[in-house]
Every structure is written in structure tokens, then in C-alpha cells.
């Protein structure tokens, strides 16, 4: 049985354009993170309109925390020499919520399908080693309600535990959320479910 990550990897802004040149052709390497694929087409979009004289655009993606949506692109060149090779580099660096594109400039001499997946690779890992690359838990949210006298109690399993409190009302009773790392979740869910006079619901 496989085990779900409760963790992924992405990268935390944009990467600064890079530059491969491979017999005269210009490769520029991009990466972005990314959390849809409308905001994939605006990327796409904008960098058309930046290398409106590019021969080329291609790209790949991944997106989903659990790693479980992906598109590779060759917009033109042989299949499988551009867009395959560029999703190969999001797969070595383990990333998602990531958009590579790497835009060619053709230089007049044909590189050959072996030629333009080395380019597109290489392109695309100098695109992903100029970003930074970052490490996101996958969280649940619970709320807990209680009254007043039990407010000690909840605050000081949350801070024994180092749970992270993103909203908290305090009104007739002590509504307060919480957001915790998935791997504990069933654990912590217990701990105050096994507490009379306090209520612990997923939110």
C-alpha cells in the first residue's frame, strides 16, 4: 500500500531567466510556481507576448499536492524532445506546483532530436537550480469549542504540541482553529476529543 506524502516540494517565486546557447540557437529557461493551470496559460501568455520572435515555447507542469497532475508540451519541436525532457527535470528536482518553459530562438542549424533534448534538459534544470527550492507540510484544520474553563487546558496542548492557532473567537464560548501537520492529525483529533466539556470537529 503506498503511503501519501504530508509533505511536497515547489519552489517559492520565479527564477531569474537563464540563457543556453547550442549552435547558434537561444534556449531561455523559466520557472514558476504555480497553483492552477489558468494561471499556467497567463505565464504562457505573457512570455509570447515578451519573445513574440521565438520559434518555440515549450513547457511542462506539475501541479496537485499529491504530485498527480502533470502536461508536457512540445509546441512544434519532434515529439517527446522538448516537453518531456523539461517534465523529466520537475521529476529529478521532486517538485509540483511548478511551471518550466523554455522559449528557443532557432539559430539555423538543426540540433537533431538527440540534440534538442539535451538543450530543452539542460535548460530546464539551469532554470529549477536558480530557483529556490522550498518544503510545505499538508495540514488539516480543526475547530475546538469550549468555555472559558477549559481555555487552559486547550492552550496548553497546543502549545505542547507547537500547533499553529489560525483564528480564535472568544465569544460566549472559546471557538478556536487549528492547523495541523497530517501525519499528526489522528493523534492530536484524539488527544482533545478525549477531553470532557470539549468539543474538536475537522474544519
Sequence with gaps: MSVEKDSYKTIAKPSVEILFKEKGSKFFGYAYPVSSEDSVKEILEQLKKQHHAARHWCYAWQLGKQYDHYRANDDGEPSNSAGMPIYGQIQSFDLTNVL??????????????????QAYK???????????????TLDDRFLIK????????????????????????????????ISV???????????FEALHKIRIKRN
Excluded: H, P, W
Aim: with cysteine.
Design 122 to 136: 539542460t535548460a530546464a534544470m539551469m532554470a529549477l537550480e536558480n530557483a529556490k527550492v522550498v518544503t510545505r
Design 146 to 177: 469550549c468555555g472559558y474553563d477549559e481555555l487552559n487546558t486547550v492552550m496548553r496542548i497546543i502549545k505542547s504540541e507547537d500547533l499553529r492557532i489560525v483564528n480564535q473567537e472568544l465569544g460566549l464560548d472559546c471557538r478556536t482553529e
Design 181 to 191: 501537520r497530517r501525519k499528526d492529525s489522528d493523534r492530536v483529533y484524539a488527544l
Design 100 to 117: 518550466i518553459v523554455v522559449v528557443r530562438y532557432f539559430g539555423g542549424t538543426k540540433l537533431g532530436v538527440g540534440g534538442l533534448i
